[in-house]
């Protein structure tokens, strides 16, 4: 307690403290906001299709940048959300087909941006539908019909069963096998199937073993408007003639086809850092998905089944901020947690220093209040002869502890005013002596 009454108007003292002070909510906050991780992990779908395509893309962007992305192929969109859903999967960050997930499930899911259309393609061998003239039209056609409607733990599972159903075809009405798709290329070649169900965009690798298959043809949705009234999470998209596949003329006319919107979701806690990396790389990537989608038209914040992360709203509504904007993404990155760290720092200190000088007044208050206590006990006993010697060396410690008061140019007049009453003390003594 001397120790801090002593040194209570030492500005040296003071200062350090301050520093101390400042250097721990410092230290605290920024332990509090840590920096976006430099590796992360994407599942992404089968090895050959688009949703491992794009991340490979995504991979070479982001490694420009110091951040290492890791791909891990699964069977698509059941298999994704299961992996990001599991805590210790390691998995940040996942491709998904929208319509499948079921979001309450899920709470702790966000989207990120749709990237790109996934198309339902449904390839049928011309000869197996001679009785409608060579074309199918409506599922319902494929009643009695040996087809593929993709494997466990994917999208395209999940998709085509609602459809099916939706058209009033249960796996009794029609030869449902569960396979991938190069499985199902394989049996459709050796005339085994008669249909193949497929969620791709237009630019996966995939699509290319399709159309360069004999006999094999795509479907004309001709009730695609009715399709998306009952799933509104799907789109109705034109396929110009040729635009599959020119040398093939594929599609033979145009044609309607179904499609879902594949997303890119991650975790509640993602930095926010990294959802502007993220979505920046991303534009870059898509500039060369042009099939389908019309320029801009993706990332897009539109037909996301899980709430989209809100920086990422902010950043596809007004773009990247002034920093990300202007400097490298690290450099934006440190100024940008510096200033997090930085405002709440002067939220709590600007308060602090108004209250200073009422703080340093009431303990000078406190401390001059203590001597005229003890001031007043002298003058009590200054009449007692057996207290005279007990009097003067009380009064002198007084004197020496007042001597070594130390305060401000505006407090000078309190420590003086006190020196003179304790001469009027000494004053009274000599007197009675």
């Known amino acids: 307690m001397h120790f801090i009454r002593k040194n209570i108007y030492n500005p040296l003292a003071l200062g350090l403290a301050f520093l101390v002070l ?8 920024w332990v509090l906001v840590p920096p976006p991780p430099r590796s992360i992990e994407l599942a992404t779908g089968f090895p050959n299709g688009l949703y491992q395509q794009f991340g490979e893309k995504l991979q070479n962007e982001l490694a420009q940048e110091g951040v290492s992305l890791k791909l891990r192929t699964t069977g698509g969109t059941g298999d994704n959300l ?5 805590p ?3 998995v940040d960050f996942a491709m998904v087909q929208g319509g499948i997930a079921d979001t309450s499930k899920y709470p702790n899911l966000v989207s990120i941006a749709g990237v790109f259309y996934e198309p339902v393609w449904v390839w049928y061998r011309e000869s197996a539908f001679k009785g409608e003239g060579g074309r199918l039209s409506l599922l319902s056609q494929l009643k009695g019909k040996r087809v593929s409607i993709g494997s466990e733990g994917s999208g395209t599972l999940i998709l085509a069963s609602q459809l099916l159903e939706a058209s009033g075809l249960g796996e009794k009405n029609f030869y449902a096998e569960k396979l991938k798709p190069l499985q199902a290329l394989e049996k459709f070649k050796k005339g085994e199937l008669d249909a193949v169900f497929l969620v791709s965009a237009a630019e996966a690798p995939l699509i290319k073993s399709f159309y360069e298959t004999a006999d094999m043809r795509l479907m004309n949705f001709e009730q695609a408007d009715a399709y998306v009234h009952l799933f509104p999470f799907l789109s109705k998209v034109t396929v110009p003639r040729g635009v599959v596949s020119i040398a093939y003329d594929l599609p033979r006319q145009e044609i309607q086809v179904l499609a879902a919107t594949a997303t890119l979701v991650g975790k509640d806690d993602v930095s926010p850092a990294l ?6 790389e991303t534009y870059d990537v898509l500039k060369s998905y042009s099939y389908l989608q019309k320029p801009g038209e993706f990332p897009s914040g539109s037909g996301l089944d899980f709430p989209a992360h809100v920086d990422a709203e902010i950043y596809l509504k007004d773009g990247p901020s002034f920093l990300h904007r202007h400097l490298p993404f690290w450099t934006a990155v440190w100024i940008g947690r510096f200033a997090k760290i930085v405002i709440p720092l002067l939220v709590i200190l600007i308060p602090l220093f108004t209250y200073i000088p009422a703080f340093k007044n009431l303990l000078l208050r406190l401390k001059l209040s203590q001597v005229y206590e003890e001031l007043k006990v002298i003058e009590r006993n200054a009449l007692n ?3 005279r010697d007990k009097n003067y060396k009380d009064l002198e410690d007084i004197e020496r502890r007042v001597g070594n008061i130390k305060v401000s140019m505006l407090d000078a007049k309190e420590l003086y005013d006190l020196k003179g009453h304790v001469g009027e003390v000494r004053s009274r003594l ?3 002596s």
């Not at 959802?275 to 920046?280: A, F, I, R």
């Open 22 to 29: 400042v250097s721990i909510l410092f230290t605290t906050l």
């Open 82 to 86: 299961a992996l990001i859903n599991d």
């Open 88 to 90: 210790n999967s390691g």
């Open 275 to 280: 959802v502007t990396l993220l979505l920046s």
């Open 385 to 387: 002869p057996e207290l």
């Open 430 to 432: 000599n007197l009675m």
